[in-house]
C-alpha cells in the first residue's frame, strides 16, 4: 500500500521504516531540512538501535522515500500518518499546535478524486480525532477547495514502542489499536498491518497473532494516555515503597520479586529508581490530569504519582547529603545521562533536575555517558562538565551516581576506577549494579531502597 508518515523523529521514523520493511511504499516527510538531507544519505538523525540498519536496506528497496514537500506525500498516500511531537505546554496541556499545522497542510494538498485514511500516530488530547478533521475541511477551504467533495476519514492509531527498543516492539507489539467509526477507514488500516498481524515479523520462534483492538475514536486516544498513566503510576508505586524499604531495612529488590511473582501484579515497571522521564510519560500524565479538570474532575491518583516522582529524581541528593554532607566545592560523577538506556533522548531526563540541583547546592558535575558525546551541549545540557570515558569521569570525583541503567556499566572496571576517585562512594540510583562487588572493593555502596 501507499504511504505517507508526517513528522520523522522517534515514531515517525520508526513507523515509515517498518511499515516500509513489511512490504508498503513509504514516503516520510518532515519540515526540517538538515534531517531530510541526512536521511536521504541514509543516516538516522536519531539513535535507535537496529534503525539504521533497517533503514538502509528499506532505502535500498526502493521502498523508503524521504522528502519536505508535504503535497507531493499527501498525493501519494491512501493512508497518511500524523507523528508529530505533543509536547506538553507549562499548563500540562498538550500543544497541538504542530499537528494543527500537519491537519491543515494535509487539507490544502487533499485532491478530491482520491478516499485517504488520516492517521493520528501522535498522542493526542482525547477528541483530536473530530478537531484534525475540522482543521484539514479548514486547510481544504482556504485554498479554495469545496469541502463537500474531499474524501476522507480520521482514524486513531496510538503508538506504544518504547525508545532503545523500537523495531522490536513494532514488530512484537503486543496489539494494535484502531479508533474509527467507520468501517472503510478501519479495513484500509487492517490491509496495512495485515503482514505484521500475523506475526511473521515478530522474532519469537513461532509466529504469534497480534490482536487488533477496535474502538470509537475517543477510546482510542484514551488507551494511550490510560496506559502510559499506569505505568508511570506503577513505577511511582514501587518507588515510594522503595523509600519505605529504606526506613525499615527492607529491601525492595525482594519485595518486587515477591510482588512481581504474582500474576495480578506482573514483573515489569517494579523497578525502584530515580523515576520516570523521558518525553512520553511526563507529558503524557500531565495531559490527562489537565483533561480530567477540563471535564470538572480532580485526579488523585495521578497527581499523587506526579508528586512522588518529582520528590523521587531528588532522592539522590538526600543519599548524597547523607553521605558526603556539605556538597558545596565536592565533585559528583553522574554514570549516564540519557532518561533510559539504548536511547539518545535527553526530554526531560531525571539527570537535567539532578545536575540543576546539584550546581544550585555548589557541587561540579561531570558526567559520562556512552551516547551522549561531550559536545552534549547540543542536547541543551548545562552546568556539567561530559567526559569521554568513565576514567576520566572518575577523576577526582568525590561520589559517583549510576543515573541510567545502560548495560555496559555493569561491565566497568570498577577497581580501576576506585584508585582515580577522590572517595570511593557510590550512589545507584537504579538499583543496577553488583552492591557485593563493589563493597568488596571497598566501595561505599548506596541503592534505592536496596
Ligand atoms: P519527535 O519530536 O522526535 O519528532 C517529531 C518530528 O516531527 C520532528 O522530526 C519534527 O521536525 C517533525 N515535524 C514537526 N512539525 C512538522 C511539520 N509541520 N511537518 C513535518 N514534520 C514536522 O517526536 P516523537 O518522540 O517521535 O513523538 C511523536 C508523537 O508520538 C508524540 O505525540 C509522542 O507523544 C508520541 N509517542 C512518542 C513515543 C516515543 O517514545 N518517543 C512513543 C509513543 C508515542
Known amino acids: 500500500m501507499k504511504v505517507c508518515v508526517i513528522g520523522t523523529g522517534y515514531v515517525g521514523l520508526v513507523t515509515g521504516v517498518c511499515l516500509s520493511h513489511i512490504g508498503h511504499e513509504v514516503v516520510c516527510i518532515d519540515n526540517n531540512e538538515q534531517k531530510v538531507k541526512l536521511m536521504q544519505s541514509g ?20 521502498r523508503l522515500t524521504f522528502t519536505t514537500d508535504l503535497a507531493m506525500g499527501v498525493n501519494h498516500g491512501e493512508i497518511l500518518f500524523i507523528a508529530v511531537g505533543t509536547p506538553a505546554l507549562p499548563t500540562g496541556e498538550s500543544d497541538t499546535r504542530y499537528v494543527e499545522a500537519v491537519a491543515r497542510g494535509i487539507g490544502e494538498h487533499l485532491p478530491t478524486d482520491a478516499y485517504k485514511v488520516i492517521v493520528n500516530k501522535s498522542t493526542v488530547p482525547i477528541g483530536s480525532g473530530d478537531w484534525v ?35 522490536q516492539d513494532t514488530f512484537n507489539t503486543d496489539r494494535i489499536v484502531l479508533g ?74 525482594q519485595v518486587a520479586k515477591g510482588i512481581g511473582l504474582d500474576s495480578r501484579i506482573g514483573k515489569k515497571f517494579l523497578q525502584a529508581g530515580l523515576g520516570w522521564g523521558g518525553s512520553c510519560f511526563p507529558k503524557d500524565v500531565a495531559a490527562l490530569i489537565h483533561t480530567a479538570e477540563d471535564y470538572g474532575y480532580h485526579s488523585q491518583i495521578l497527581e499523587a504519582a506526579v508528586e512522588v516522582n518529582k520528590r523521587q529524581k531528588l532522592i539522590v541528593l538526600e543519599k548524597l547529603q547523607q553521605e558526603l554532607k556539605i556538597l558545596k566545592g565536592k565533585t559528583i560523577g553522574l554514570l549516564g545521562l540519557t532518561f533510559k538506556p539504548d536511547t539518545d533522548d535527553m526530554r526531560d531526563a531525571p539527570s537535567i533536575k539532578l545536575i540543576a540541583e546539584l550546581n544550585r547546592l555548589g ?41 541510567t541503567d545502560w548495560a555496559e556499566f555493569q561491565d566497568l572496571d570498577f577497581g580501576a576506577l576506585a584508585n582515580r576517585l577522590h572517595n570511593r562512594l557510590i550512589i545507584d540510583g537504579r538499583n543496577f549494579l553488583d552492591k557485593d562487588k563493589l563493597t568488596e572493593l571497598g566501595f561505599r555502596y548506596v541503592g534505592v531502597g536496596h
Do not use: W
Open 180 to 253: 474509527s467509526s467507520n468501517d472503510k477507514a478501519i479495513a484500509l488500516m487492517k490491509e496495512l498491518y495485515a503482514p505484521l498481524v500475523g506475526g511473521k515479523f515478530s522474532d519469537e520462534g513461532t509466529p504469534t497473532p497480534i490482536p487488533v483492538v477496535e474502538t470509537d475514536l475517543n477510546s482510542a486516544e484514551m488507551i494511550k494516555y490510560a496506559a502510559n498513566a499506569f505505568l508511570a503510576t506503577k513505577i511511582s508505586f514501587i518507588n515510594e515503597v522503595a523509600n519505605v524499604c529504606d526506613r525499615v531495612g527492607a529491601d525492595v529488590l
Open 43 to 62: 543516516r538516522s538523525p536519531i539513535y535507535e538501535p537496529g534503525l539504521s540498519e533497517l533503514m538502509q536496506s528499506s532505502m535500498d528497496s526502493g
Open 133 to 167: 478533521r475540522m482543521i484539514i475541511l479548514d486547510g481544504v477551504k482556504e485554498k479554495g477547495g469545496d469541502p463537500t467533495v474531499v474524501q476522507f476519514d480520521v482514524v486513531s492509531n496510538p503508538e506504544f514502542l518504547r525508545e532503545g527498543s523500537a523495531i
Open 363 to 403: 557541587a561540579r558535575v561531570k558526567a559520562y555517558d556512552p551516547i551522549v558525546s561531550p559536545n552534549g551541549i547540543s542536547h541543551g545540557l548545562t552546568g556539567v562538565i561530559i567526559e569521554s570515558s568513565p576514567e576520566m569521569l572518575a577523576d577526582d570525583c568525590d561520589a559517583l551516581v549510576l543515573v
